[in-house]
């Protein structure tokens, strides 16, 4: 998403995260093994369940309207927004 260009990526020693809204920084948001995470396309934002990526540099996230919807993204496609 080129408007995000200025945005820094979470780093994977990162805590706090849990409850935050997060940029999705890439058109296709993958999980650990670059398989296409279960978010609807086009998604910019995102809602982070988990409090620091797991050890698989993955975190759960879902739409900000959809929190049934539960998906695994790389940790370095997500910035926290701003507030």
Known sequence: MSTDQGLTPLRYDQTG????????LV???TDEIDWPADLPTGI??????DDHPNPHHTLRVHPPDDPARIALV??????LCEE
Do not use: T, W
């Open 27 to 29: 058109e296709e948001p």
């Open 74 to 79: 790389v940790f370095d496609q997500l910035a």
């Open 17 to 24: 995260l849990q409850g935050k809204l997060a940029r999705v």
């Open 44 to 49: 910019e934002r995102v809602v982070i369940l």
